[in-house]
Protein backbone atom coordinates (compact mmCIF):
# COMPACT_ATOMS: atom_id res chain seq x y z
CA UNK A 1 0.00 0.00 0.00
CA UNK A 2 2.88 2.37 0.51
CA UNK A 3 3.76 2.25 -3.58
CA UNK A 4 0.52 4.17 -3.72
CA UNK A 5 1.96 7.41 -2.08
CA UNK A 6 4.11 7.28 -5.17
CA UNK A 7 1.95 5.85 -8.10
CA UNK A 8 -1.07 8.49 -7.34
CA UNK A 9 1.09 11.29 -7.48
CA UNK A 10 2.82 9.95 -10.51
CA UNK A 11 -0.61 9.42 -12.07
CA UNK A 12 -2.10 12.93 -11.69
CA UNK A 13 1.33 14.46 -12.72
CA UNK A 14 1.02 12.40 -16.24
CA UNK A 15 -2.42 13.36 -16.38
CA UNK A 16 -2.20 16.60 -16.29
CA UNK A 17 1.41 16.50 -18.71
CA UNK A 18 -1.59 15.18 -20.69
CA UNK A 19 -4.03 17.79 -21.09
CA UNK A 20 -1.63 20.45 -21.12
CA UNK A 21 -0.26 18.87 -24.37
CA UNK A 22 -3.75 18.44 -25.47
CA UNK A 23 -4.54 22.03 -24.80
CA UNK A 24 -1.49 23.42 -26.50
CA UNK A 25 -2.07 21.24 -29.53
CA UNK A 26 -5.69 22.69 -29.89
CA UNK A 27 -4.44 26.65 -29.13
CA UNK A 28 -1.59 26.05 -31.58
CA UNK A 29 -3.64 24.94 -34.30
CA UNK A 30 -2.77 21.01 -34.87
CA UNK A 31 -6.90 20.52 -35.34
CA UNK A 32 -7.67 23.63 -37.84
CA UNK A 33 -7.55 21.28 -40.87
CA UNK A 34 -8.31 17.39 -40.59
CA UNK A 35 -9.69 17.53 -44.38
CA UNK A 36 -7.14 18.84 -46.03
CA UNK A 37 -4.22 16.43 -44.64
CA UNK A 38 -6.73 13.33 -46.17
CA UNK A 39 -7.17 14.96 -49.35
CA UNK A 40 -3.34 15.56 -49.54
CA UNK A 41 -2.73 11.80 -49.09
CA UNK A 42 -5.27 10.76 -52.01
CA UNK A 43 -4.98 13.39 -54.59
CA UNK A 44 -2.63 13.06 -57.72
CA UNK A 45 0.01 15.89 -57.60
CA UNK A 46 2.04 15.13 -60.88
CA UNK A 47 0.43 13.57 -63.99
CA UNK A 48 1.96 10.13 -64.31
CA UNK A 49 4.66 9.69 -66.40
CA UNK A 50 5.30 7.56 -69.72
CA UNK A 51 8.67 5.50 -69.30
CA UNK A 52 11.58 6.28 -70.86
CA UNK A 53 12.16 4.41 -74.00
CA UNK A 54 15.59 4.20 -75.62
CA UNK A 55 15.17 5.63 -79.37
CA UNK A 56 18.16 3.59 -80.90
CA UNK A 57 17.70 0.51 -82.84
CA UNK A 58 17.32 -2.47 -81.24
CA UNK A 59 19.96 -5.03 -82.39
CA UNK A 60 19.41 -8.36 -83.45
Known amino acids: M ?3 VILVPLALML ?5 VA ?3 SLRS ?3 D ?3 GAAWR ?3 DDEPPQRP ?4 APAKR
Open 41 to 43: AIA
Open 15 to 19: GLTGL
Open 22 to 24: FLW
Open 33 to 35: DLD
Open 29 to 31: GQY
Open 52 to 55: ETDM
Open 2 to 4: EIL
